[in-house]
């Protein structure tokens, strides 16, 4: 990587926080994008100055967003799903869930979808209907978990989750924790 990195970003999504690199030759329109320190995008000449650079973090489209302040000095944006990180991040602590087990494991549970990731890879899990809620039940390794969804009897909190690894209760993350 040379010196013309200009910004850095932290995108969480579900299989994991990406670091997104980019390289902007001001003078020569030169274009390089990083994702996770793995260069995905490299342009060395370009006419035009500004406007967005499209990229995919996986199967999420991405927009570096290049907008002059002034002659020869520009403000860059990143774009998310069609928003911008903070508003994508903003939306996404509503529809996710979070857990770390310790610096070994991360689990995500995708609300709207009720997917499972863990470790970044989607995992087979098995619902079951039990006093108060339902139980997901689901493998980390070898190790049985499950996530307990119940009512937290307002309606605009809506479920409660907990996670159950190891026969412990995991403490919820929030995502400004990978911002």
């Known amino acids: 990587m040379s010196g013309d990195i200009v910004a850095v970003w932290q995108v969480p999504l579900s299989d994991g926080l990406h670091t997104i690199q980019f390289e902007h030759g001001t003078a020569t329109g030169k274009r390089v994008i990083w994702v996770d320190g793995k260069e995905i995008l490299h342009t060395d000449w370009m006419f035009k100055l500004v406007?967005?650079?499209?990229?995919?973090?996986?199967?999420?489209?991405?927009?570096?967003?290049?907008?002059?302040?002034?002659?020869?000095?520009?403000?860059?944006?990143?774009?998310?799903?069609?928003?911008r990180l903070e508003e994508f991040t903003q939306k996404r602590a509503t529809r996710v869930c979070t857990w770390n087990i310790g610096d070994t494991h991360r689990i995500v549970l995708e609300k709207d979808t009720l997917d499972i990731?863990?470790?970044g890879a989607k995992v087979e899990a098995t619902g079951e209907f039990v006093?108060?809620?339902t139980e997901t039940h689901f493998q980390v390794g070898n190790t049985s978990a499950y996530i307990k969804a119940v009512s937290s009897c307002n309606k605009k909190e809506g479920l409660i989750y907990t996670l159950i690894y190891n026969e412990q209760i995991i403490p919820l993350e929030t995502e400004e924790m990978f911002e």
């Open 117 to 119: 990731w863990v470790d």
């Open 131 to 133: 006093d108060g809620g």
């Open 51 to 83: 406007g967005d650079q499209p990229f995919n973090i996986g199967e999420t489209p991405c927009a570096v967003r290049i907008e002059p302040i002034s002659v020869f000095s520009y403000q860059y944006s990143l774009y998310v799903d069609g928003r």
